[in-house]
């Protein structure tokens, strides 16, 4: 898992975490308050699990470096997307299986 993760699950907490408190304080009435905030919270769990396993998948396929064949990961391309993120793109050297991290 690298920074960049926790970071971003940070960020969202905060995000996700001031949203839930919007409702529980600006909330027209005690369902709205509590409906509000749980919906929040709940979102930002899901987005905090998508984030998480997708952090934890890549980790796997990386491997400390191999690829599952005993080949070495080589980088060809990066990109950075929209969100800030950069993502690398390595190939095998042995059986040209591609992974993005
Ligand atoms: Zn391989």
Redo the contacts with the bound molecule.
Sequence with gaps: MNIGIIVAACCMGVVFGTVALMFLICGADKKHKIGGALVALAFGALMFCGIVSDAKTKDEAWNGGY?????EWELRAATKSTNGFTTKYYV?D??K?EITQ
């Design positions: 690829c599952e064949c005993g080949g095998c042995e059986c299986h």
